[in-house]
Each structure stands twice: as C-alpha cells, then as structure tokens.
C-alpha cells in the first residue's frame, strides 16, 4: 500500500530546483518512477513529498557534436534513446543495452536519469556508462557541477545527490580511437535484471594488438557498479593470449564484493564476474583490434 | 492528503475526476471509470496484464501514478473495438484461439496493437520482443504470436 504524499510537479529545471530547496527536509523525485513505484508499494520508500520532473520536456534530448560526444538529458526515456539515429551512429553499443534493459513498457516510461539515481547496482546503464568514461551534470538551485559518474554511486540505491539536487544530463565523451567497448549481463529470464554484468572496454596501441588503456566495471557484483582496477592494470602492456585473461578474470572476482541475494550467493556471483570479465574482455580486444 | 484533479482522456473521452495522488493509473482505471478490462495482475510490475496506452505508448498502468498521466490520452482494450465492430487484431485472436483463461488478453492486445501501429510489418522476432513482457501463464504464447502474424500477412482487413 502506498502511503499518502504531497504531490508537486515541475514543468521546468527551474521549478523542480525551488521545489526540492523548498521541501529538502523530506522529498523523493520521481520521473518514470519505474523502479520507485515498486518500493513505495512495498513501503520500504515513502516520501512526505514526491516532485515529479516527468515533464521537463528540456530535459528530454539526446545530442552529439564530433568533439564533445553524445550528452543525454535526464528525463529521456530508454526508448528514445534505442530509437536515436545519433545512439546508433556514434554508441551503437548503447542500443543493444536499452533494447536488452527491461520490457518495452517499461523502456517507454523509464528514463536514463531515473535508473541512475536509482543506484540499482544491478542497473544496466551504470557499468557501461562507467567504462565509457560518462561524467554526470548535478545541480541545486545554488549550484551546478559535473563529475565522472564512477563517484556518483555511494552506496546500495545510494547517490552522491543531496537532497536539494537533480540530475539533469548524462555526458559520454567522445569513444578515443582504436578503443571497443562489450557489454554482457547474465540473467535467467531475458531482458531482466543482470545477476552480474560486466562492461570492458579496451584500447589497442598503434601496433593494434598491446592493450594501452583498459577499464573494466562490474554490475551487481558489489553494493555500487564498481571498476575492478587491478584487473585493468594487468591488461595494460600486454597482448591479448588465454593465460592473461584467466588471470585478468580471477583478479576481477577477488575485486568484487557481491552482495548475496535470492537470484545467487557471493560465491555464484564471483564466478560470474571471472568468466564474464573474460568474455568481456576477449570480446572488446577482438573488437579495438579490427578498428586498428 | 488532499485530492487532485486529474484530467484524462480515456478512449477519446475526457473525464476531470479528483483522486489522491497516489492513486495508481490502473485503480483509475478500474475503480473510478469502471474500465475493467484492464487486469491488474501481479501488480508489481512484472507480468503487464496492466499495459494501457498512454500518448500511443504501450505502458504497465501499475507502474504509473494516475495523476502523472494528467492532460494525456490513455487507451485501454475497451477502447480498441468502434462499438461491435472488433479490430483485426481482436478478431485474429478470436479465430486463433489466442487466449486460455483470457486473463493476459487486454494487455496482449494493446502490447501488439502499440506494435502494429510502430510497425505494421514486424517480423516474427519483433512480435516476440513486443510482447515479451506480458506474461501469459497459460502458456498460450505461439497462438497469440500466430493471430499477431496473420494480421501482418493481411489476412484480415479493417471493417468499415
């Protein structure tokens, strides 16, 4: 049951950030509210005071430019940006994750903005955004500030946004060359939620075969989408040969903390990670590599 | 809490009601317009029985705030049918015995009408992807995707 709230909605940026400094002592945004409507019937959310931004039509965009990348605004839903010729052009990797996120009802309502601050560390965007470098635009009334979305999530449904603050645009810089990105997410029923997902993302060297920068991020393999750094670092020099990723695989598993649920325990999701990583990461080099 | 007026269009016909905000779009639906063609199953949002058509889009009208739904056009399977005159897709399922218990049928039907009308020519897989989420527990998916492609092989037509 859904307990009673004051309900405020904003038709701008403008009017959303007076409304959260106005309530900020106890107030939820909500946009699709695809994930949060959950939690509030089941009553483990309940806000005095739901601001909706559903309908800040100046945040829904999705825009390139060659130098500055792919920026999306906050309140554009997946199905959007699945259907975006600029996504399919310049993050064609991005489609196949929006059409693989949940089910078209829900990709229809949903937003980008919306999945990540709702720090689901099972959501799909955050690995992938993580590995391809994504920086987030977060602003008060007072305010505005952009920092890399890796430092974004603190916690389990946890963000760095205060509680006058909304995200208003994620940025994805522009994808530096000779560099793949892979993104898998082990599930049993399609288009569910990952029971562990990796993304890797490898760049080749002029050679197009040493691996010169690597990042590699984990989903649902810690209380937050974390990046398995020492694993990263093993990459780098090297070339691409089974003995490195068993290795590279193992390291990221010992990196992870999963928290053990009704999907899979600790265990189940550490060997996920190994052989996800693995996968990943063989798939990303085979991909940079044909871009060399 | 205070009650809100909404203004809703539901099958082209526009209501003002006032409702507690946290009324969800489906209890609109239902309890207050009577519209109970519309299935509330699982009510968490994992078998879309509930699918509605908001703005065209096929949407789980328990997973939406009837109050975020202000100033929008909703379509329910009530509103597919002009009167007796059923719509190709409603007639295929009809013949091809698209539905066992009947439950998930109104959310099939606005999944593969939201498809058709994106789409009239999908391919097998593309009516599978549209209709993935709604949950049929009788199992009957392979005759609800056969009455789906009969329609996109135009063997039924419009009536006038």
Redesign the interface.
Known sequence: M??????F?ASTVKEALNLLEEHKEDNKI?CG??SL??LM?QGLVAPKN?I?I?NIKELSYVNFDPKGGLKIGATTTH?TIEKSTLVKEHFPVLIELE?NL?????R??GTIGGNLAHADPAGDPGPMFIALNAKVKVSSKKKEHTLPLEEFFVDYFETVLEENELLLEVHLPVIPPKTAVAYEKFNII??DQGIVSVAASITVGDDGLTCKDSRIVLGAAAATPIRAKQAEQLLIGQKLDDGLLEGVGLKASEESDPVPDIHATEEYRRELVKVLTKRMVKKAWHQSQALA | MEKQLLHITVNNEYHEIYIKPKRLLVEVLRDELGLTGTKRGCNTGACCACTVLIDGAAVKSCSVLAIQADSKEVTTVEGLADGDKLTSLQRSFLDHGAYQCGFCTSGMLISATALLNENPKPKKEQIKEAIHGNICRCTGYNSIIRAVQAVVEGKYREEG
């Not at chain 1, 859904?2 to 309900?7: G, K, L, N």
């Not at chain 1, 949940?102 to 829900?106: D, E, F, G, K, P």
């Open positions: 859904i307990r009673d709230f004051s309900y909605k909500i509210g695809q409507l959950i019937r739901l909706d559903k199905r059409e949940a089910s078209v009802q829900t229809n309502w399609k288009n």
